[in-house]
């Protein structure tokens, strides 16, 4: 069984920096993509972004693209979100998300299996 954890959320000013971590365990991920999610209070779960396990190669969201780092290490069987110069609109609950299938992107939040539990980013102005 997949199990997808996050670490690293916390309140911040704009401006700042904070890397979220998704620790996964429960099989070999080489054929998995590896999705960044969010969702803000009211608002619908957003795609921010996707590693491909093998090669490593991302994709971001346009909202995030030039200020956020997918990253992945192998060793330790994790994904990082490195967010650099963060907004207010950048406040949601961050999740990370795992499917099969690495030969592509995927964007639709409904096309991953497996979910973390999520972890609140707060941005102050």
């Known amino acids: 069984q997949v199990q997808l954890v996050e670490s690293g959320g916390g309140l911040v000013q704009a401006g700042g920096s904070l890397r979220l971590s998704c620790a996964a365990s429960?099989?070999?991920?080489?054929?998995?993509?590896l999705g960044w999610f969010r969702q803000a209070p009211g608002k619908e779960r957003e795609f921010v972004g996707a590693?491909?396990?093998?090669?490593?190669?991302?994709v971001y969201a346009d909202s995030v693209k030039g200020r956020f780092t997918i990253s992945r290490d192998n060793a330790k069987n994790t994904v990082y979100l490195q967010m650099n110069n963060l907004k207010p609109e950048d406040t949601a609950v961050y999740y990370c998300?795992?499917?099969?299938?690495?030969?592509?992107?995927?964007?639709?939040?409904?096309?991953?299996?497996?979910w973390g539990q999520g972890t609140q980013v707060t941005v102050s102005s």
């Open positions: 998300a795992a499917r099969d299938g690495g030969g592509r992107y995927y964007y639709n939040r409904a096309e991953y299996d497996y």
């Open positions: 429960g099989r070999t991920f080489s054929s998995y993509v």
């Open positions: 590693i491909r396990w093998s090669g490593g190669s991302t």
